[in-house]
């Protein structure tokens, strides 16, 4: 599983965006936000860039 701090969620609502974005990305088979520690797992072959773009499309940042 690949890890990710997330900036900018604020709210439940927040990670359920993030997570829904991400969860959207071809090859990514699972997506778990935290909103308590605004960090991220993924599990797939989808690209680091890939997952990143999701987020930052969503409107928050990523990094890995």
């Not at 699972?30 to 797992?41: F, H, K, R």
């Not at 072959?45 to 990523?62: D, F, K, N, P």
């Amino acid at each position: 599983m690949k890890q990710y701090t997330v900036t900018g969620m604020s709210c439940a609502a927040c990670s359920a965006r993030v997570e829904k974005a991400v969860s959207k990305v071809e090859g990514v088979s699972s997506c778990s936000v935290s909103l308590l520690t605004n960090s991220m797992g993924v599990e797939g072959t989808a690209s680091t860039e890939a997952v990143i773009a999701a987020v930052e499309q969503a409107g928050y940042g990523a990094v890995k």
